[in-house]
């Protein structure tokens, strides 16, 4: 809760800022990528993440610098649609869901990236969240649920009845049970589960 309060309060100071102000081009990133998320974890160090459809694998971006300058970081998937990042403790853990079923993490800074297998095939993973350190939730199509408890190690299916769901595509909890859910595809639809 008090995150999701800061993060309101950040959003509203940043659009005030803002507001009224020229934006700037500071980098366009080749070959032709479409740009899914960014998350600063300091005021300083940044993650973005992007979808490939040309055969490359350098989804991962990543500043030290503010934003300023970025750099591409090798993630050893072809061709994926990465959609959503997430860090649980402030950027030691990194983790990246996307198409396929494909769930990457990184703690070294993103100099490795490491895929974890989470036993659902290659659905499409949409959205990712963590509640605390250990407390985490992935949204994906097919009505899917994950939630790990341990920091991201291990995924269990939670097995979610939600009736004429199928593609989650947001995700977001205000307690460790109490969650809001966005159905993509019946974009008018928020879902709550207490």
Excluded: C
């Amino acid at each position: 809760m008090k995150k999701t309060i800061l993060n309101l309060i950040a959003s509203l100071f940043i659009t005030t800022i803002v507001y009224g102000q020229d934006w700037q081009t500071i980098k366009t990133f080749m070959p032709s990528q479409t740009l899914k998320d960014i998350v600063f974890v300091d005021a300083t160090t940044a993650y973005a993440v992007s979808a490939l459809y040309n055969g490359t694998a350098v989804h991962v971006k990543k500043t030290i610098d503010g934003g300023l300058t970025w750099e591409e970081q090798y993630t050893g998937h072809v061709s994926t649609s990465f959609k959503r990042i997430a860090t649980p403790n402030n950027g030691n853990d990194v983790f990246v869901v996307g198409g396929a079923g494909i769930l990457i993490h990184t703690n070294d800074g993103g100099s490795t990236w490491n895929t974890i297998n989470i036993g659902i095939g290659t659905t499409q993973l949409r959205d990712i969240f963590f509640f605390s350190n250990s407390i985490g939730y992935i949204a994906a199509d097919n009505a899917t649920i994950l939630k790990t408890t341990d920091g991201g190690i291990t995924w269990t299916n939670l097995n979610a009845n939600m009736t004429g769901v199928n593609t989650i595509g947001r995700i977001n909890f205000l307690t460790e049970d109490r969650g809001f859910i966005g159905d993509l595809i019946s974009s008018k639809r928020l879902l709550m589960v207490d």
